[in-house]
Every structure is written in structure tokens, then in C-alpha cells.
């Protein structure tokens, strides 16, 4: 069994945009770098700033809570340490993380849902803020995503699944079998560690922000769960780039 990886997606903020990358270098028990390394804390939020850990995504201003959050984009200038985040109902923003979190929570305050705890504070943890507690990298098999377009009866996008490795040439929930397993993209071993249960933030539209798809109701109904994708671990580093293959080990 053998595949080819598709598309690499990084999202530098929790919930708040997403940028494609053509490689990267993976480390052994580590997170995509830069995948989560920041969140926005809401404003009942039990997050500690003076101890940093992990936390689980209740904490945390998500796409489940606000979904016009589904639709920012991200880039990354590495070299000068700042982000650029754009969406369809704001102007862009150019910040610097280390420094100007506030700018940011400022400028996602009014795609942010009102009637549930807003944004209140960018924060960062020792640990990458993945909705697992272990440093998980999230893998899509595309087949399984066409299986849903095919109930659905059109097509979405797969950036819904605001997942870091896409997958082509698998067969439809080829995936679902490769718990416990082990897999080699490109350089870098993985285990395949377990299914990834899906929320309501995959009903947004990424390109607009708006709910437009029952998605957790179409996989209930067709396929008799709410799952897609699965959570990798890293066992070995190296790099990995677009058109890597994809095999069974």
C-alpha cells in the first residue's frame, strides 16, 4: 500500500489561518514546526501565562466557537520573524508574534462570535497546541475526502480538516487500518497513533468563514462515524516535500 503526499499545511496560530509549504524538516517526537505554536486564549480562559503547558481546545478561541475564523490565511516571513494574516472581511495584518500578540487579538476580535467568550490573550506553550497532548502531526487521505464529496454530492475543501499532510493514492479510509502501524513519508518514520473525531468547525467554508456543509452529520449518517484523518507521531527526523511517497514500513 502506497500513496503520494499531496500538500504540506502549517497553521502558526491555533484556529487562525493556514499556510502551504512545499518541504520541511521534521524532528523525532516533535510537532510540523511552527504547526500551533501560538493560540488566543478567550476570555474565561484558564491559561496560565506564568506556566506555560499544554491545554486542551476549550481554552482556546476556536473555529468550533467562532467560525469566521475558518476563512484567515497566513504567511510566515521566517526571516524577518513576522506573520501576515488575511481574510475576506479585514484588512491584512502584519505583526510581529513575540511582541504584538495584542494587535492580532484586536484584529480578529470582529470576526470573532459575540455570543460566545471572545479573544482575549495570544499565548504560547512549551508544547505545540495540537488538540492532542502529545506532539501530534495530523494526516488527510484524499480518497476518504472525495468518499464525503461523493455523499455530499459536490465538492468542498479539504482545508476544512485544517490538517498538516494530504495524501493521494490510498484507498477511501485506507487509513482507519494503519493504527498501530508504521508509515515512511519522504526521510521521516511515523506511527500512526490514532483516528482524528471531528468538531463542528469543519462546517465552515474556509474560503468564506460561513457554515455551509453539515459535515459530522453527513459522516454519522454515511459511514456511522464522525471521524477523519489520523494523528501521526514522529519516530525518525528528515525531510519530507510534496510528491514524497507514501508506504507501509
Not at 473555529?63 to 506573520?83: E, F, H, M
Amino acid at each position: 500500500m502506497s500513496g503520494t503526499l499531496a500538500h504540506i499545511w502549517r497553521h502558526p496560530i491555533k484556529s487562525h489561518g493556514r499556510e502551504e509549504l512545499a518541504e520541511i524538516t521534521l524532528t523525532e517526537g516533535k510537532c510540523l514546526p511552527m504547526d500551533r505554536r501560538w493560540a488566543v486564549a478567550h476570555e474565561q480562559s484558564c491559561f496560565d501565562d506564568a506556566s506555560p503547558r499544554w491545554q486542551p481546545c476549550r481554552e482556546f478561541s476556536t473555529g468550533a466557537k467562532s467560525p469566521r475564523l475558518q476563512a484567515i490565511t497566513i504567511y510566515v516571513d521566517q526571516r524577518l520573524g513576522r506573520y501576515t494574516v488575511s481574510h475576506p472581511d479585514r484588512v491584512d495584518l502584519t505583526f510581529d508574534p513575540e511582541t504584538e500578540g495584542s494587535l492580532f487579538v484586536q484584529w480578529v476580535m470582529p470576526i470573532s462570535n459575540g455570543a460566545r467568550t471572545l479573544p482575549a490573550r495570544f499565548v504560547r506553550a512549551a508544547q505545540a497546541m495540537t488538540d492532542t497532548d502529545y506532539a501530534s502531526i495530523s494526516m488527510i487521505n484524499m480518497a476518504s475526502h472525495r468518499a464525503l464529496e461523493a455523499t455530499l454530492g459536490h465538492a468542498i475543501s479539504p482545508n476544512r480538516w485544517r490538517s498538516n499532510l494530504l495524501v493521494e493514492g490510498l484507498g477511501a479510509w485506507a487509513e482507519n487500518d494503519m493504527i498501530d502501524r508504521r508509515i515512511r513519508i519522504g526521510e521521516v518514520v511515523f506511527e500512526v497513533i490514532e483516528r482524528i473525531r471531528r468538531c463542528m468547525a469543519t462546517a465552515a467554508n474556509p474560503e468564506t468563514g460561513e457554515r455551509d456543509v453539515d459535515t459530522l452529520g453527513t459522516l454519522k449518517q454515511g459511514f456511522g462515524h464522525q471521524d477523519m484523518g489520523v494523528y501521526l507521531l514522529a519516530t525518525k527526523s528528515g525531510h519530507i516535500r510534496q510528491d514524497d511517497k507514501v508506504e507501509l514500513i
